[in-house]
C-alpha cells in the first residue's frame, strides 16, 4: 500500500510468516571488535578501573536499615505489659547481614524474655530471602538457650508480608514459627494491619512448658496513622491462645491459655 501510495516499499511484520519478521543474526565483523569499544581509544586497564567504578555506583551499592516493627504496650485482665519487636540489614541487593530482636515483659516487673538473631541473608528469588543464623534467647531465671536458625522471609502475591523459620537449640528441640501480615490502605496517611502468628514444636519441652505439635497461635488488628511514612503510632487489639499441653502448662501456674489485649504503640524506619 505504500507503494502505491509513493511511499518506500519496505518489508514489514505482515509481510512475514506467523507477523513476526526473520531476525538475521549479526554478521561476523559486529564481534571481532573488543568487548568495549572504548578500549580501542583508552587506556584498557583505566577504563576497567571506570566501569568497576560506575558498576559501584549503580548496581551495587551498599546500605543499611532498621525497622521497629512494633514498641508498644499492652493491657488486659492480667498484668500490664511492653513488647517489641525489631530488625535491620546491612549489605547489598543479593547478599546482606540481618539482626532481628524481640521480647516482652511487664511494668514494673521482671522481663519475660528477649530474643536476638544474627543471620545470613541471600535474594533467591524476587521478593525473598532465604535466611540462616544464630538466635540467642535470654531469660531472667538464667535458662539462656542457643539455636541454630534458617528460614524464608519474602512478600507473597498481594503484598502479605510472611516469614517461616526453624529453630534447633543447642538441648536438640526443634521448633518453628510462622508469620504473616498484610496492610490495608484506608487513606494514604490511615492503615489497617491484620497479623498472625505460630508457633509449632516438635517434642515436649518441660523446662519451657511447651507441648509437642502447635503450641500457640497469635492474631491482631492494628490502625496506625503514618504521621510520616517512616514514624507512625497505632493502637488495635491482640488475641492469643495456647494450645495442646502447652495449654496445660499454662492452666497448671493459674493462667489461662486464652488472652485478648488493647495494644498502643509505634510503628518506625529509618
Same mark, same amino acid.
Given at each position: 500500500?505504500?507503494?502505491?501510495?509513493?511511499?518506500p516499499?519496505?518489508?514489514?511484520?505482515?509481510?512475514a510468516?506467523?507477523? &513476526?519478521?526473520?531476525e538475521?543474526p549479526?554478521?561476523?565483523?559486529?564481534?571481532a571488535a573488543?568487548?568495549?569499544?572504548?578500549?580501542?581509544?583508552f587506556?584498557?586497564v583505566?577504563?576497567?578501573?571506570?566501569r568497576?567504578?560506575?558498576?559501584?555506583?549503580?548496581?551495587?551499592?551498599r546500605?543499611?536499615?532498621?525497622?521497629?516493627?512494633?514498641?508498644e504496650a499492652?493491657?488486659?485482665?492480667?498484668?500490664d505489659?511492653?513488647?517489641?519487636?525489631a530488625q535491620g540489614?546491612?549489605?547489598?541487593?543479593i547478599? &546482606?547481614?540481618?539482626?532481628?530482636?524481640?521480647?516482652?515483659?511487664e511494668?514494673?516487673?521482671?522481663?519475660?524474655e528477649?530474643?536476638?538473631q544474627?543471620?545470613y541473608s541471600r535474594?533467591?528469588?524476587?521478593f525473598w530471602?532465604?535466611?540462616?543464623?544464630?538466635?540467642?534467647?535470654?531469660?531472667?531465671?538464667g535458662?539462656?538457650?542457643?539455636h541454630l536458625?534458617?528460614?524464608v522471609?519474602g512478600v507473597?502475591?498481594?503484598?502479605?508480608?510472611m516469614g517461616? +523459620?526453624?529453630?534447633?537449640?543447642?538441648?536438640g528441640?526443634?521448633?518453628?514459627?510462622f508469620e504473616?501480615?498484610?496492610d490495608?490502605?484506608i487513606?494514604?496517611?490511615w492503615?489497617?494491619?491484620?497479623?498472625?502468628?505460630?508457633?509449632?514444636?516438635?517434642s515436649?519441652?518441660?523446662?519451657?512448658?511447651?507441648?509437642?505439635g502447635?503450641?500457640?497461635?497469635?492474631?491482631?488488628?492494628r490502625?496506625?496513622?503514618?504521621?510520616?511514612?517512616e514514624?507512625?503510632p497505632? +493502637?488495635?487489639?491482640?488475641w492469643s491462645?495456647s494450645?495442646?499441653?502447652?495449654?496445660?502448662?499454662?492452666?497448671?501456674r493459674?493462667?489461662?491459655?486464652?488472652?485478648?489485649?488493647?495494644v498502643v504503640?509505634?510503628?518506625a524506619?529509618?
Amino acid at each position: 500500500m505504500g507503494a502505491t501510495r509513493g511511499g518506500p516499499n519496505i518489508p514489514t511484520s505482515v509481510d512475514a510468516v506467523g507477523g &513476526r519478521m526473520v531476525e538475521t543474526p549479526p554478521p561476523a565483523a559486529a564481534r571481532a571488535a573488543p568487548a568495549h569499544a572504548a578500549d580501542l581509544l583508552f587506556d584498557p586497564v583505566v577504563m576497567a578501573a571506570a566501569r568497576k567504578q560506575l558498576l559501584a555506583e549503580n548496581g551495587d551499592i551498599r546500605s543499611t536499615a532498621v525497622f521497629i516493627d512494633s514498641l508498644e504496650a499492652n493491657f488486659g485482665d492480667g498484668a500490664d505489659g511492653y513488647s517489641w519487636e525489631a530488625q535491620g540489614w546491612t549489605g547489598g541487593d543479593i547478599n &546482606r547481614f540481618w539482626w532481628k530482636t524481640e521480647g516482652e515483659g511487664e511494668f514494673g516487673g521482671n522481663l519475660h524474655e528477649a530474643e536476638f538473631q544474627a543471620l545470613y541473608s541471600r535474594a533467591v528469588a524476587p521478593f525473598w530471602d532465604l535466611q540462616a543464623g544464630l538466635r540467642q534467647d535470654i531469660r531472667p531465671d538464667g535458662d539462656d538457650t542457643t539455636h541454630l536458625t534458617v528460614g524464608v522471609q519474602g512478600v507473597a502475591p498481594y503484598w502479605f508480608e510472611m516469614g517461616a +523459620a526453624a529453630f534447633l537449640s543447642t538441648e536438640g528441640d526443634l521448633t518453628a514459627r510462622f508469620e504473616a501480615e498484610y496492610d490495608q490502605r484506608i487513606t494514604q496517611k490511615w492503615i489497617l494491619q491484620p497479623a498472625v502468628e505460630l508457633h509449632m514444636s516438635a517434642s515436649d519441652i518441660p523446662e519451657l512448658e511447651v507441648g509437642s505439635g502447635l503450641t500457640s497461635v497469635t492474631a491482631g488488628l492494628r490502625l496506625r496513622y503514618e504521621i510520616r511514612k517512616e514514624f507512625a503510632p497505632y +493502637a488495635g487489639v491482640e488475641w492469643s491462645r495456647s494450645l495442646g499441653d502447652t495449654a496445660d502448662y499454662a492452666k497448671a501456674r493459674g493462667q489461662d491459655a486464652e488472652d485478648m489485649r488493647f495494644v498502643v504503640g509505634l510503628k518506625a524506619w529509618f
